[in-house]
């Protein structure tokens, strides 16, 4: 960057509003309130400490309480921040080891390199992806790519923003069969408090949502979404109610008459109690409703 000499003005810093998200994320404010706070069917155990070297660990267990299978995994995180480089190790009971490496605004501002690797012993077999993304103002794109000798699949997306307004592309290409696999398209606009979304997947697949900030206490979401050739339209109603600093309560409910509720409660710092339930609504007396117990523990 040149600046004029004997220039006193200061450098505009970028504004966070105008860097539009990945088009993963366009819409996830509606589904936050559609999901966080909520384990139905489940008995969960996280747990998140870092050791005094910086290196970070989360466990996490769980059970489901309809089958009784129990699966857990393990994560490791470690920052070489003068490098901008972060190296994560994963494993899971169903003896699946990953590595992931990722480096990010070193080649270049904003750019974020990252490579992903899989290997199962049990098979022998091993898997691969190579993800690059892009964010500055106006403009977030990426590119995603199989490591497969047999025929790698490209993944693809791009988002522009402005002013608030959002428009996403998202493909996927078979190179193997030399054909599109995925063509997504995203429609939306976002404020501070307010955001609409819409998207086309396949041509076929229609959805929306609406998200709304109502007060700093009281967060509210719609669902909509519908499949071409069939007269079913699928939407629900969320609402999540902070009641103070330590203490949430969620409810959601769809048009197959599913009522989720959710509680979730701050016990002491690095604590966290969640309980949820299911409840069918057309089926009530017969039962059949499922239950969520959380546990969130950092230290």
Known sequence: MFSCSGSTAPS??????????????????ARDVFNKGYGFGMVKLD???????????????????????????LETKYKVKDYGLTFTQKWNTDNTLGTEVVMEDKLAEGLKLN??????????????????????????IGCNVDIDLSGPTIYGWAVLGYEGWLAGYQMAFDTAKSKLSQNNFALGYKAADFQLHTNVNDGTEFGGSIYQKVSDKVETSVSLAWTAGSNNTRFGIAAKYQMDDKTSVSAKVNNASLIGLGYTQTLRPGVKLTLSSLIDGKNFSSGGHKIGLGFELEA
């Open 12 to 29: 505009r810093a970028p504004d966070p509003m105008a860097i539009p998200p990945p088009y993963c994320d366009l819409g996830k404010a």
């Open 47 to 73: 747990l998140k400490t870092k050791s005094s070297s910086g290196v970070e660990f989360t466990t996490a267990g769980s059970s489901n309480t309809d089958t009784g299978k129990a699966s857990g995994n």
């Open 115 to 140: 490579l992903e690797t899989m290997f199962v012993p049990n098979t022998g077999k091993k898997s691969g992806k190579l993800k690059t993304a892009y964010k500055r103002e106006y403009l977030n």
